[in-house]
């Protein structure tokens, strides 16, 4: 393989998220590869967000 053909197919290189391995040195994530992670952290996003809610709608009935 030439020196161009392989700029050529590195150029053309798709990765795709559960093919990308990920290192977690802070086991932060469960998962091995970033699509499984994104989802872990979408999970633990909107987890949040309804604790966020919650606790808004909370203060609202104080008032």
């Not at 802070?26 to 699509?35: A, C, G, P, T, Y």
Request: cysteine-free; aromatic content about 4%.
């Amino acid at each position: 393989m030439t020196f161009k053909e392989l700029v050529n197919k590195v150029r053309n290189l798709v990765l795709e998220a559960k093919n990308v391995t990920i290192e977690d040195t802070e086991n932060l994530f469960e998962s091995d590869n970033v699509e499984v992670a994104l989802k872990e952290l979408a999970t633990e996003v909107n987890g949040q967000r309804a604790k966020g809610i919650t606790i808004a709608n909370d203060l609202i009935d104080m008032i």
